[in-house]
């Protein structure tokens, strides 16, 4: 008995690329606040690309509060809706080139936010990582922090909760 040839890692590479480009785009308010989204891996980084129009105090100058907040819910968000798609994405039960906003599992919705902002956000880009804390079928749990130029000194961090959506079982 043959083992099955495993595929190219480029191929691989293409699917998981093509996936996290259809989860982004989904999100409409990502391309607003001009956030994008490196992958490594199964380690996602959110990356805020500074722009003039982020800044909420022009005396200080710093990021507007809200646009932190922003930052992180949709950093949780894309990160747990990657985690439920890995799976499938991995196992072939989704098939990564059709994947587009219309075929993309419902993004789930969130219930709680409690951000903690820690300093200002100062004038630069800003990065931020999600990390699930717990996904179940009906709620799951995820906590992110966003940085600037130090991961271990955070700008900003937050806990949300999600209301998954039903899953085609």
Do not use: C
């Amino acid at each position: 008995m043959s083992r099955a040839k495993p595929e190219p890692m480029q191929v691989v590479k293409q699917r998981r690329d093509g996936a996290l480009r259809a989860l982004v785009e989904g999100v409409p308010y990502v391309q607003f606040l001009g956030v994008t989204v490196d992958r490594r891996g199964d380690e996602l980084t959110a990356i805020l690309s500074f722009d003039d129009k982020l800044i909420g105090n022009p005396l200080l100058p710093a990021i507007h509060g809200g646009v932190t907040a922003a930052f992180l819910e949709v950093t949780a968000q894309i990160e747990v809706s990657w985690a439920m798609l890995w799976d499938d994405l991995e196992a072939g039960r989704i098939d990564a080139t059709t994947l587009s906003q219309e075929t993309l599992p419902r993004l789930p919705k969130t219930i709680d936010f409690t951000v903690d902002y820690l300093r200002s956000g100062l004038p630069r880009d800003a990065y931020a990582r999600a990390r699930v804390t717990r996904l179940g079928r009906r709620y799951a749990t995820v906590f992110a922090e966003a940085w600037q130029d130090n991961a271990q000194r955070p700008f900003a961090q937050a806990t949300v909760h999600f209301l998954m959506p039903a899953r085609d079982v």
